[in-house]
């Protein structure tokens, strides 16, 4: 067995960029095994669409589940034509010959890099995210992966008990669901970032929000025990949210 001690201190460093270069991830977070799987193939499909690389972000605890799985393919959609593909020009339809080299670098490199920039703003038409009971909440808590299912819980025991509270699960942590937590900040609602990590998912609900809310956080210092196998359980997290009522 692994250890989960590094559970979602990942976010940065995948939604920040993949390295040099000044290019951009898609990121999913699945809080499932069923998504886990699921998501892989939306990856390769999104990653054939956009022509760009996309990460499966799942958290050491979801790795490490067992649960049913319904092995599917999933059909989400005909991709564009590969026009930029080097088939030889017999195959193509302009009958044009396409040949590959190394730059020496006398290319147009501004045109590179709107070219990277233009399909970054392409793909934010792709933000996905799970609303739980969000609508009529009056607290709203923010998590994914495995704290998305602990957000989950907390949300039916907080209903049971007459709190509304509700979830906006970030499917896609880039691009990032900024507009339903800017909506929803200018509803008046107040929010609860919970994320395995002192605080890195919490920078964009903040960028979200824009000061027109309050939000509280949950973090990793919130885990039940102190070492590798500490874990943040829905009665922390409810602890903290009855405070906001």
């Known amino acids: 067995m692994g250890h ?3 559970a979602q ?3 940065l460093s995948v939604t920040r960029g993949g390295g040099n270069g000044g290019y951009r991830n898609i990121v999913l977070a699945p809080f499932s095994v069923q998504e886990t799987h699921d998501f892989v193939q939306l990856a390769f499909y999104l990653g054939d669409k956009y022509r760009n690389p996309v990460i499966v972000l799942t958290d050491a605890l979801i ?3 067992a649960e049913s799985l319904e092995v599917k393919v999933l059909d ?3 991709l564009p ?12 339809k302009d009958g044009l010959a396409r040949v590959l080299m ?6 147009d490199y ?8 233009k399909k970054c703003r392409a793909w934010q038409q792709e933000v996905r995210y799970e609303n739980y009971f969000a609508d009529d909440a009056e607290v709203i808590i923010v998590a994914y992966g495995y704290c998305g299912r602990v957000a989950k819980e907390t949300v039916d ?9 509700g979830l906006i699960r970030p499917i896609t942590l880039h691009p990032f669901p900024y507009d339903i937590l800017r909506q929803k900040a200018e509803e008046g609602k107040k929010f609860l970032v919970v994320e395995d990590s002192m605080g890195q998912m919490l920078v964009d609900v903040e960028i979200a929000v824009q000061g027109k809310a309050p939000i509280s956080f949950v973090g990793a210092s919130f885990r039940h025990q102190r070492d590798d196998g500490g874990k943040i359980f829905p009665d922390k997290v409810f602890g903290e949210l009855k405070k906001l009522f």
């Open 63 to 65: 790795g490490q589940l």
């Open 9 to 11: 201190v990942d976010y």
């Open 4 to 6: 989960i001690r590094q």
């Open 76 to 78: 989400f959609g005909p």
């Open 110 to 117: 501004i045109g590179f890099l709107e070219g990277l920039d």
């Open 81 to 92: 034509e590969k026009d930029w593909a080097i088939v030889g020009k017999d195959r193509r």
């Open 157 to 165: 025991w907080a209903r049971q008990e007459g709190y509304k509270t």
């Open 102 to 107: 190394c730059s020496n670098g006398n290319f």
